[in-house]
């Protein structure tokens, strides 16, 4: 079995002055919080397919399903994790619901973690 290494400071010396600005900067609990479910969010890949269909055009349940070979049932579950998030946007149009992208924020965001993952 393969011993595991933890890389930890040799001596115990706390900083304090550093301590303090993490202190003042950190967001309170409850918004680390929301942040953190707002990222279990993009955990899902079929979530982030649905999400790239809609960076190139508002679309209804019906189009989402068939560019994703899914059933409309599916897809509505997903977008409707998605809208609770804030992160997609509905309108109705006759019998039909479109789907869009809430604001620009959710594009940069997946374009940000993109970029990250195909850094060398």
């Not at 595991?4 to 900083?15: D, G, L, S």
């Not at 304090?16 to 950190?26: D, I, Q, T």
């Not at 409309?72 to 309108?91: E, G, M, T």
């Amino acid at each position: 079995m393969k011993k595991i290494e933890y890389e930890c400071c040799e001596a115990t010396e706390v900083h304090e002055e550093l301590l303090a600005l993490v202190r003042e900067k950190m967001p309170e609990e409850e918004a680390l919080y929301d942040l953190s479910e707002l990222f279990k969010v993009f955990g899902d890949s079929t979530r982030i397919r649905i999400l790239f269909v809609l960076f190139e055009a508002e679309v209804c349940v019906c189009d989402l399903a068939a560019a994703l070979g899914m059933t409309q049932s599916a897809v509505s579950h997903q977008l409707r994790i998605l809208k609770q998030n804030k992160l997609v946007k509905s309108r109705r149009e006759g019998k039909s619901i479109f789907y869009s992208l809430a604001d620009g924020h959710v594009r940069t965001i997946i374009d940000q973690g993109l970029e990250h993952i195909e850094e060398e």
